[in-house]
């Protein structure tokens, strides 16, 4: 392995960019997404709780519907099928995939509800033919999928591999089912598990060629003393799991230490938050991301050009909500090339992630072009 | 200059009665900074790479309930300290040699100047039909990054797919009916392991030829190796493995038999056994080796003198 020491954290994130003598020369290739063709109106949602709970979910969260699973899927097929659509996307093989990472909370495959072994990794990467890849799995939450893309940049950047997937699937609506089952007001902890809507994302992370675009800057942190704030087991009540936020605490912790974070991060990149063409934030709810980017943008006196909010349509996807979102405005050509985009992962934990990356040749490939 | 283990720290008690996979990471964590003359506040990174709890939560990662547990920079740090960041990695008994993978990565890049990396495993909560083939037991490890010549230099894992199903492990749902079932609730879901006749030999049998091509693509073979460090640390794993490589039993890091029934945790039982000997320090090349569900096999060379 080649030896890359930058200079030692100073930072509160573990945070990684050319400045600190990584990431330079890693970029995001492509983007997949599998969304199941089931589809579940808030409204119709709201009309199978037991009780009557005059919720008003649409407009409190934005959200008018979400995809859910039908016969045969799972988290294995949405995360398979994912994978697919993004080497589709991509200039590479599956072949070319040396490392190949899972970070769906749900892991549903065939019979079980939830698999633990062997890892949901290894099934991804035989049924897409990546058989000399190295698999693994993790499981942070919504940050997932940015954590696995914090993991590979660092190997890229290193040397030890020069590109690698990282997968989801999240069959999580089963929360909602759950959820519908027992709540009874606004004020529920299990409010959040009515806003979950099922997708699988997948993305490919390689050395960028001489000259190209990429990654500028990425970093995680764990903010523990919040760590029981969202939480989730399985249910006794129907198949799945049960969710229990506290979500307003969750998002007056989340607006007070967010400001200082992405203010490291885009120093770390050397941009100014004006300069950052579109932020795309965790999708929770409509309310919820707008109050919060302000609040950060009043912080740090500048906002981003546009935030993106695709909620109406899916609903919070989970692990897989960011690059959902990328896909989508890549594929209807909103983002184009040279533009800055910086994701903003935000879960249980409480987890908080953030990547700023240019985009350069990946648009080529979707849209009207492809 | 390289990643090295600082401590290593495996336990079968947490000090209840009945153990949880939380509270025996904590304690293993605990420990394993006390002997590394180490604090919370030092870890830059903790991945928690067990797999079997009492609850089977599914969020958060545990690891964010360890490092508030054990009070690893809960909150904002002052200007220019660092936080620390976690989460969990699942590749079943390879899960620790994944691990340090990616912190020896995060070290080597000088993202992190100390990982942590726990494990833990408890009875899941299985169908009226199985046992788990394991015992409670957890662990912790420290990995630093200095100018001693000690480290990690290579790493290897390999997938053998014709045995993916002989060890599969998940969570059914039951229905529950009856009288002592409490109103509102309809079931529960259970864990189902199945290990299929045959699956320790063939992990045996996989745990050798990938060791083999490993060492191999090194330019290595099984007389260079000073130290084996083997999971799982069952004996009728580990005997018939040593034999096959040729590896003389005084070169093996046996662990105590309380923990020889450790499931993730038994890599880092196997280097406690290891660093209490003093073995480790003498070794000039130790093999790691982790082979599981999949199934998978996971090495890991570690030496004391640059090759």
């Known amino acids: 392995m080649s030896e890359i020491r930058g200079k030692q954290p100073g930072h509160w994130l573990a945070l990684e960019s050319p400045s600190s003598g990584g990431s330079s020369g890693c970029r995001i290739e492509s983007v997949g997404v599998k969304l199941p063709s089931g589809r579940l ?92 890849a190295v698999n693994f799995d993790l499981s942070n939450a919504c940050a997932g999928m940015l954590t696995g893309v914090f993991i590979l940049q660092d190997a890229i950047s290193r040397g030890e591999i020069s590109c690698g997937m990282v997968v989801s699937g999240e069959y999580i609506s089963h929360l909602s089912w759950n959820a519908a089952k027992q709540i009874r007001s606004v004020f529920s902890k299990q409010l959040a ?37 969202c939480l989730a087991f399985p249910s006794t009540v129907g198949p799945g799991a049960q969710m229990y936020t506290k979500s307003r605490t969750l998002q007056k912790v989340a607006i007070e230490d967010m400001a200082p974070l992405v203010a490291e991060v885009i120093g770390e990149a050397g941009v100014d938050l004006t300069e950052i063409d579109y932020l795309i934030p965790h999708q929770t709810s409509a309310r919820a991301i707008r109050q919060g980017t302000q609040a950060f943008a009043e912080r740090l006196g500048a906002k981003p050009k546009h935030v993106v909010v695709n909620l109406e349509e899916y609903g919070n996807t989970s692990s897989t909500t960011l690059f959902v979102a990328l896909h989508k405005y890549l594929e209807e050509q909103r983002i184009r090339k040279g533009d800055r985009v910086m994701l ?8 908080i992630g953030m990547a700023i990356f240019t985009i350069d040749s990946q648009v080529d490939h979707y849209g009207r072009t492809h | 200059m390289g990643a090295h283990i600082e401590a290593a720290s495996a336990l079968t008690r947490d000090g209840w009665r009945k153990p949880s996979a939380r509270r025996l990471a904590d304690a293993a964590a605990r420990a394993c ?56 990695l699942i590749n079943g ?47 912790a490890m420290l990995l630093g990054w200095d100018d001693s010549p000690a480290g990690f230099t290579d790493f290897h894992a390999e997938t053998f797919p014709e045995y993916e199903d002989l060890f599969v492990s998940g969570l059914a749902w039951q229905e529950r009916h009856g009288r002592r079932v409490s109103r509102g609730e309809s079931g529960q879901s259970l864990m189902v392991i199945d290990a299929k006749p045959g699956y320790r030999e063939r992990l045996a049998d996989c745990a050798e030829e990938a060791t083999r091509r490993f060492l191999s693509r090194l330019g290595m073979d099984i007389g260079d190796i000073d130290l084996l460090v083997p999971a799982p640390a069952v004996p009728d794993f580990v005997d018939p493995l040593r034999v096959r490589l040729g590896v003389p039993g005084d070169r093996v890091a046996y662990v105590a038999e309380d923990l020889e029934k450790a499931y993730t945790t038994a890599t880092v039982a196997a280097l406690q056994a290891a660093v209490k000997s003093g073995r480790l320090a003498e070794a000039r090349s130790t093999l790691m080796l982790a082979a599981g569900a999949g199934i998978t096999v996971t090495l890991a060379l570690y030496r004391q003198t640059p090759p």
């Open chain 1, 193 to 229: 598990s009515l806003t979950l809507g099922d997708a699988g994302a997948a993305v490919i992370v390689e050395r960028a060629p001489e000259g190209a675009a990429g990654i500028d800057v990425i970093g995680f942190t764990t903010l523990a003393e919040h760590s029981r704030l």
């Open chain 2, 93 to 139: 008994t390879c899960g620790v040699i994944s691990a340090i993978r990616v912190e020896t990565g995060f070290l080597r890049s000088g993202v992190i100047r100390l990982g942590a990396i726990v494990t833990s495993d408890v009875e899941p909560g299985l169908t009226d039909r199985g046992t788990a083939p394991f015992r409670p037991a957890g662990g």
């Open chain 2, 33 to 88: 900074l006390a002997h590394a003359g180490r604090q919370p506040g030092d870890v830059d990174m903790l991945i928690n790479a067990g797999v079997y709890r009492e609850d089977n939560m599914g969020e958060p990662a545990l690891a964010a309930l360890i490092q508030e547990d054990i009070g690893a920079n809960l909150g904002q740090p002052p200007i220019g300290e660092h936080g620390t960041f976690s989460f969990d």
């Open chain 1, 41 to 132: 109106t808030t409204r119709d949602l709201m009309g199978r709780t037991s009780h009557r709970t005059r919720i008003q979910l649409e407009r409190l969260t934005g959200i008018h519907e979400r995809h859910v699973v039908g016969p045969g899927e799972s988290s294995f097929t949405l995360a398979a099928g994912a994978a697919r659509d993004c080497l589709a996307h991509s200039q590479r093989q599956a072949s070319d995939i040396e490392m190949l990472i899972n970070t769906s909370i749900t892991r549903s495959k065939g019979r079980s509800s939830q698999s633990f072994e062997p890892p949901l990794s290894l099934y991804v990467k035989h049924a897409i033919g990546a058989s000399a």
């Open chain 1, 344 to 351: 903003l992962a935000l879960a249980s934990g409480i987890e």
